[in-house]
C-alpha cells in the first residue's frame, strides 16, 4: 500500500472509510457471497439489504477515523431498520453467521471489511 492521502493507515488498520471509498456493489456482492458460502451461511436477500444499507452509511457518513466506533453504526442500522423491529431484526439476521457475534462483526466479516473498535471502558471496576 503507498502512502498517499487516498490509501492511509492508521495502527496498521485500513480507515472503513479507505475501505470502502471505491467499493463497487457486484465487488461487494461477491465477497460476501463467497464468505458466506465459506462459513456455511444461508445468505439472504434480507441480509444483503443490511449490508448494502451500512456499506452507503460508511460511503456517505464516514470520512474520519472517528468511523470505527462501532456504536456509531449500529445506531444508524437500528434507526434505518427500526420499522422492522431493530436491533432485534438485525441480531435475527445476523447473529448466528459462524464465527462472529452481534450484528457489525459478522457483517464485517461476510463483506471483507475492517474490524471496527469495539469501545471498552477501562475505568470500569475497582476503585483505588
Not at 474520519?64 to 432485534?88: N, P, V, W
Amino acid at each position: 500500500m503507498n502512502n498517499t492521502a487516498d490509501s492511509k493507515m492508521y495502527d496498521g488498520e485500513v480507515p472503513i472509510y479507505e475501505a470502502v471509498k471505491y467499493l463497487a456493489r457486484d465487488e461487494l456482492d461477491a465477497t460476501v457471497r463467497r464468505n458466506a458460502a465459506a462459513m456455511n451461511f444461508d445468505l439472504t436477500d434480507e441480509h444483503m439489504n443490511v449490508i448494502h444499507s451500512l456499506v452507503e452509511h460508511y460511503k456517505q457518513d464516514c470520512a474520519t477515523r472517528d468511523c470505527l466506533a462501532a456504536h456509531e453504526h449500529m445506531r444508524f442500522l437500528e434507526e434505518a431498520y427500526a420499522f422492522k423491529g431493530g436491533s432485534k431484526y438485525l441480531y435475527m439476521l445476523f447473529d448466528a453467521v459462524p464465527g462472529t457475534r452481534g450484528v457489525l462483526m459478522p457483517i464485517h466479516e461476510l463483506a471483507g471489511l475492517p474490524a471496527l473498535q469495539l469501545e471498552t471502558d477501562e475505568g470500569f471496576g475497582t476503585a483505588f
